[in-house]
DNA sequence: TATTATAATTGGAATCTTTATAAAAATCAA
DNA sequence: TTGATTTTTATAAAGATTCCAATTATAATA
């Protein structure tokens, strides 16, 4: 496994001080977290951290395939530093979003003459703890 | 095929002038518009319409599974009247939103104890079209 | 038909997320 | 160290959505 600054180094992505917590936040962390919450948790340890660093960030790292971005949520985007092909289940009851597996090659996609650039499969729900109560 | 008013109804939806149009509207249209073209596109037949009852309306509609949500957009959120399962592809060059058939039977979802309410499968690429040019 | 209660619509302000811009700070190369 | 470039920061602005109170429309009742 890489540590975080070679793969932004791969992606001749400089590796400034924010730019590595970030990467390291989200590759830790499987809450698909949304530029509020990365700013929040990164606040304590980088006090002068600008909110416009972490859409500046996320944005080179989407484009530079370091990050996906996840559109399941109507207004906040969300964020996920897997970029393997896998699905997106999003409680209604809880909020959460968490992932669940899909073999890529099950997917059915648009026929002739379009190219596909990604895939996003979104499943809402409730989850098996929300199930519960 | 049932006419709007008959659909509202059975939804226990007052059929008011404005969802009417509304539905209309969005049940003849393949271009899954957003509450802004929505807006835009009946201001001239209703000219005291206000983007609040778009909002409120839609929000209806899709509570009650006359419409659907479609967030495959950033930052603006689009609605289409076909319910059923089918996916979406949104070219990268032209911005337009287009179906292609999905059979829900191949689709994966998560495992035991999930309970599923919709599904959205979002393509994302270069159409046909654009990629002549 | 008038009255009343309820529901829907409207307009404006407020909020929230994201983007734009310019200045300050950090980094790199010479 | 100096100068050029990149990154970060702060502030303002834009865009989408929601909140709220007032008005208007609708349905039920007398």
Same mark, same amino acid.
């Given at each position: 496994m890489k540590n975080a600054k070679t793969l932004l180094e791969e992606k001749n992505i400089r590796p400034s001080?924010?730019? @590595?917590?970030?990467?390291?936040? @989200?590759?830790?962390?499987?809450?698909?977290p949304s530029v509020e919450t990365i700013y929040?948790?990164?606040?304590?340890?980088?006090?002068?951290?600008?909110?416009?660093?972490?859409?500046?960030?996320l944005k080179l790292f989407v484009e530079n395939d370091l990050a996906r971005l996840i559109t399941i949520e109507e207004n906040e985007a969300r964020f996920d530093a897997d970029t393997?092909?896998?699905?997106?289940?999003? /409680?209604?009851? /809880?909020?959460?979003? @968490?992932?669940?597996?899909?073999s890529e090659a099950g997917l059915p996609v648009p026929g002739n003459g379009?190219?596909?650039?990604n895939?996003?499969?979104f499943v809402r729900g409730i989850c098996p703890g929300c199930r519960q109560q």
């Open positions: 001080f924010q730019r @590595l917590k970030i990467y390291k936040l @989200l590759s830790e962390t499987k809450e698909h929040n948790e990164l606040k304590e340890e980088i006090p002068s951290l600008s909110k416009m660093t972490i859409y500046n960030t393997s092909v896998h699905g997106h289940f999003k /409680c209604n009851e /809880c909020g959460r979003v @968490l992932d669940f597996p899909v379009f190219k596909v650039e895939i996003d499969l």
